[in-house]
């Protein structure tokens, strides 16, 4: 199977840009969860996609928005980007559910916001 | 909410060595514990995980300890290689709660 594929690898944006972000899961998995890791806060929740529908979200702010498609693909968007969201994001492919979850990462894109 | 912390931002082992990474967490009703590895330039890859109702769990040149008493977690790497060269985090689960991670150790290998 296909690992799970995110693109753009790298991004440079400026202040008050914004910006979108691709990921393609695991054939099969029909759940997407995506995260932001910074070298001080670690990975940090964004939000997760189950069949096209926001199931979960975490402490960000509504610049932060995202979708999933019927393929199961999903897409984050970041609005008025601010030096601050420079950070490595990434997609996980998640199978199951809490203690059963289990995350498949891609390898992130990482934004850089000058 | 869950917080989670390492105990050593770096650590640099010598080749053959055996390498522990510490982990600590704040809630003790958390019953899910993982352990990923994150190379330069890829996402985290899953290497051990570990439920409340065990306190220790062995892989491949991998084991995880848990001890629920001072909610700590440990993975130690036997025999290190340098592609063991990565960094190292916990992550921590509850129920049907998103996991906590913590913010990672980067384990050095010296030839």
């Known amino acids: 199977k296909a690992g799970v594929t995110q693109t753009p690898r790298y991004l440079i944006k400026t202040r008050g840009q914004q910006v979108t972000l691709s990921c393609s899961p695991i054939s099969g998995h029909r759940s997407v969860s995506w995260y932001q890791q910074t070298p001080g806060q670690g990975l940090q929740f964004l939000f997760e996609?189950?069949?096209?529908?926001?199931?979960n979200k975490g402490n960000f702010p509504g610049r932060f928005s995202g979708r999933q498609f019927s393929n199961s693909r999903s897409e984050m968007n970041v609005s008025t980007l601010e030096l601050g969201d420079s950070a490595l994001y990434l997609c996980?492919?998640?199978?199951?559910?809490?203690?059963?979850?289990?995350?498949?990462f891609g390898s992130g894109t990482q934004l850089s916001v000058l | 909410g869950e917080s989670v912390g390492l105990h050593l931002p770096t650590l640099s082992v010598q080749e053959g060595d055996n390498s522990i990474i510490n982990c600590a967490y704040s809630?003790?009703?958390?019953?899910?514990f993982i352990w990923y590895k994150q190379e330069s330039g890829k996402g985290p890859q899953f290497i051990i995980d570990?439920?409340?109702?065990?306190d220790k769990r062995q892989g491949q040149r991998v084991t995880v300890l848990l001890n629920k008493t001072v909610k700590h977690l440990s993975l130690q790497i036997a025999a290190t290689q340098p592609g063991d060269s990565a960094v190292y985090f916990c992550?921590?689960?509850?129920?049907?709660?998103?996991?906590?991670f913590g913010t990672g150790t980067r384990l050095t290998i010296i030839p």
């Open positions: 570990i439920r409340s109702n065990m």
């Open positions: 992550a921590v689960g509850f129920g049907n709660e998103k996991l906590t």
């Open positions: 996609y189950f069949s096209e529908t926001q199931r």
């Open positions: 809630n003790s009703a958390s019953d899910y």
């Open positions: 996980a492919s998640v199978r199951g559910i809490g203690t059963n979850e289990k995350l498949f």
